[in-house]
């Protein structure tokens, strides 16, 4: 004969067991997530060399990011594994990361991060896939890589703001 008490206990047990493993997994899961979004407000030193060669400025180097980093002028740098341990791989040498808007700004000041256009440009507007003509650049601004600029359409005198550089170009 089976012993019934003994084995629903025991299921009873594990179940108990597994939900608790669960819920552990399932906070474990939220606080990952949480790094990931807060990590975002960071770049590593690759990723700053990776967007100067991206953006054709010039080829850096480790030494360059270092020296801008002591200077002060990349902001408060954190170290990666500290800051995310579920995120860090468990790896290789320590990676600071430092604050996104500071290094996008020390490299917007430095002529690094520049935008296609300036102020006074004359350039070509196409919006929604047609052209709508000459269109001079009244303001420019950034907002995490890209830039946006006001223009006024020669034809019209009409003001359009915040408009992504992808719709501009020079003939």
Known sequence: MKD????????????????????????????????????????????????????????????????????????????EREAFPLLASKQGNKRFLYPRETVLSFLYEKGLLAPAYEVLDRVRFRHACRDTGWALVTAVSRRDLRFFYDVQLETTGEVVLQVPEEDLFLP
């Open 4 to 79: 019934y008490t003994r084995k629903i206990a025991q299921i009873k047990q594990h179940i108990a067991e597994l939900t608790t493993q669960l819920a552990e997994l399932e906070s474990e899961q939220q606080c990952y997530h949480e790094q990931l979004a807060q990590r975002k407000a960071y770049m590593s030193s690759r990723e700053i060399l990776a967007l100067l060669e991206q953006k054709h400025v010039r080829i850096g180097s480790m030494a360059t990011i270092k020296r801008w980093s002591d200077r002060g002028c990349l902001g408060e740098g954190v170290e």
